[in-house]
């Protein structure tokens, strides 16, 4: 038996990169006396919207709301659009579920359908079979940093008339078409900051939309419904106590603290993508010989944010998943698996009397896919470590 002291350092399966600068600016907020919601969230989305698309560059401008997570911007986004009781509204089962809870709160029904088995992302002709009278909106995943196809699912949803949502938590910086997720011609996009995202603020994410209306709504919602931001109300020359509830809202404001710390790891955004991608390129090369079902890479002029790097077990792999996640953890390698498909949770498998033989794609993936550690904070010797195990589980 091995004693736990003969076992290998743990090489955690994702790591933030906090730098001396975020640090800086944390302390300068601490020190400012403005710790909520104030000129730093302000400041942080309009540096996101020109990081997406320079100003000018699009027929109307593009703005971004920053908001405590990804999972309350696709609330608002949901919300600003009109989806409510009696609508559906139809996403991936392969997903978090945050990317369906949303719908739920709002009192609408998720129609979840499966994958395309090369991307991992919503299959759009599952998409157009699942339309019915009822559907309100399309919600595609952006997964592992990799694209969905935006270009025939955008047109499915004009010809249907239908909203588009995107789920950008995976997606930055990712881009479609020559263009950035955040940019094409969908109602809003939301991307993620949490702790494990390519960039981070701790918790939170950024809603991006072109429609002035949502945008509009959007604000006033994630805030209680009142119509004026504390910051505005506290900090004018002739400060003003009055103000005003024109709904009934959330509380999904992003902090001054947290917005300090993705000023500038916005910064280094390029900067990690080239990073991960070049990861990535490792193990491509190192695993090209063993029986496993490499990601997808990005089309020809078009990024990949490299989220994840998911692995799947081939079909003439004589190993299960979990022993190969098991021989991975044995050898300190931190891996996870994404994602357990909705239609196998209790909560989305009850409600709508889900099977997987309704998602043979999804559930193929599910039951074969290792997600292996991809991070900017990873050093050569820790790539070694990890193409090292992933060879050995092989024999190779």
Do not use: C
Not at 31 to 44: D, H, L, V
Not at 80 to 105: L, N, P
Not at 202 to 219: I, P, Q, S, W
């Amino acid at each position: 038996m091995t004693h736990p002291s003969d076992r290998p350092s743990f090489l955690p399966f994702a790591q933030p990169d906090i730098g001396e600068d975020e640090i800086a600016e944390v302390v300068d907020t601490l020190r400012s006396g403005w710790i909520t919601t104030g000129m730093k969230a302000k400041r942080f989305e309009q540096d996101f919207a020109a990081y997406l698309e320079p100003a000018g560059a699009g027929a109307a401008p593009l703005e971004a709301i920053a908001v405590n997570s990804a999972t309350a911007g696709l609330h608002l986004a949901l919300e600003a659009v009109g989806v409510g009781a009696g609508d559906e509204v139809i996403t991936t089962t392969h997903t978090f579920t945050a990317t369906a809870e949303v719908v739920r709160y709002l009192g609408a029904d998720v129609v979840l359908v499966d994958i395309d088995p090369a991307t991992m992302t919503l299959d759009p002709d599952a998409v157009e079979a699942a339309i019915t009278a009822r559907t309100k909106a399309i919600v595609p995943v952006h997964f592992g940093g990799l694209a969905a196809p935006m270009g025939r699912l955008l047109d499915i949803a004009a010809r249907r008339k239908l909203h588009v949502i995107e789920d950008a938590a995976h997606a930055l910086p990712t881009s479609f078409g020559g263009r950035a997720i955040g940019t094409l011609a969908s109602d809003a996009a939301v991307f993620s900051f949490y702790a494990n995202k390519n960039i981070t603020t701790g918790e939170g994410g950024m809603l991006v939309t072109r429609d002035a209306e949502l945008a509009h709504r959007a604000k006033v919602m994630r805030l209680h419904g009142i119509s004026r931001d504390a910051f505005d109300r506290f900090t004018a020359k002739t400060p003003s106590w009055y103000y005003e509830v024109v709904a009934p809202g959330y509380k999904y404001n992003l902090t001054d603290i947290a917005a300090a710390i993705g000023l500038h790891q916005l910064k280094r955004a390029d900067a990690f993508q080239q990073r991960r991608a070049a990861i990535a390129a490792r193990y491509h090369a190192a695993f090209a010989d063993l029986p496993l079902v490499l990601p997808a890479d990005a089309p020809a002029g078009d990024v990949h944010a490299w989220h994840l790097y998911v692995a799947r077990l081939a079909d003439d792999a004589k190993l299960e998943r979990d022993a190969f996640v098991e021989h991975l953890f044995q050898r300190g390698i931190g891996v996870s698996v994404h994602y357990i498909p909705l239609h196998l949770q209790p909560y989305w498998r009850e409600r709508y009397r889900l099977r997987p033989e309704q998602f043979p794609q999804s559930q193929r993936a599910y039951e074969r896919m290792v997600s292996l550690p991809v991070y900017p904070k990873m050093g050569e010797a820790d790539i070694e470590r990890v193409v090292e195990a992933v060879r050995s589980a092989f024999g190779a």
